[in-house]
């Protein structure tokens, strides 16, 4: 099993719509948790930490089921500028990352 | 405040020349990280810094990558010699905390080409 799974996509949705990626991890030890997007030829950028009791940023709501090894992002009322690849991220050892293969979103008017 | 510097932004070269890379974390930062990403995959850890010490690089390719961080500032990658399946971008990135997990900020790469 790899240590960060994610449906690569394309998730293909129209503008003001609600998307939600999930991801897998294998590491039952791990205790940081991320979201990072990347715009295609850019460098990747945080977009939120993922927290036990699950959080919200505006129109993204992160969740994290330690149980299943699992976390979500949701995004609502998408944009066309949320087209990007998501980053699910996930700490291997003390203070390493581990970067699943993203979730592309493209988003159309 | 500025950013995470690389240099070059782009790099074409033949199968077993060398290549350099170079990197500027963001004043201040303990750790430094450089990140091999391949098309169509997520950001793979090469090896990371913390001040002037390796603390991870066990899926570095040491046979023929290497890496030095000196005075714990600037940092340098180096493939030699480079393979066909070394084409990827080569991401360096900064954390301020040292010895934990915080927000890594990253510069723009350097794209390699392998020919």
């Known amino acids: 099993r790899k240590e960060v799974e994610q449906d690569p996509g394309p998730f293909n949705v129209p503008e003001g719509a609600t998307v939600a990626f999930n991801c897998t991890y294998s590491?039952?030890?791990?205790?940081?948790f991320f979201w990072y997007r990347q715009d295609c030829r850019k460098e990747p950028k945080l977009l939120m930490s993922?927290?036990?009791s699950g959080n919200e940023d505006g129109r993204f709501t992160a969740q994290l089921n330690r149980a299943s090894q699992y976390i979500s992002l949701l995004i609502r009322d998408s944009k066309l500028s949320d087209s990007a690849t998501y980053l699910c991220?996930?700490?291997?050892?003390?203070?390493?990352?581990?970067f699943g293969k993203g979730t592309m979103l493209l988003v159309s008017p | 405040e500025a950013g995470v510097a690389q240099s070059p932004r782009y790099k074409i070269i033949e199968k077993r020349q060398s290549v350099a890379f170079w990197c500027n974390p963001i004043?201040?930062?303990?750790?430094l990280y450089w990140y091999q990403q391949i098309l169509g995959q997520g950001p793979k850890l090469l090896i990371q810094?913390?001040?002037?010490?390796?603390?991870?690089d066990s899926q570095l390719p040491k046979d023929r990558f290497s890496a030095e961080r000196l005075k714990g500032v600037d940092s340098t990658l180096k493939i030699q010699p480079a393979k066909l399946e070394d084409s990827a971008v080569y991401l360096c990135?900064?954390?301020?905390?040292?010895?934990?997990?915080?927000?890594?900020?990253f510069g723009p790469g350097t794209r390699l080409t392998v020919l």
């Open positions: 990135a900064s954390s301020l905390v040292a010895g934990s997990v915080g927000e890594q900020f």
């Open positions: 590491n039952s030890a791990s205790q940081s």
């Open positions: 991220v996930v700490n291997r050892g003390y203070s390493t990352l581990t």
């Open positions: 810094f913390q001040n002037n010490g390796v603390v991870d």
């Open positions: 993922v927290y036990s």
């Open positions: 004043s201040g930062h303990a750790t």
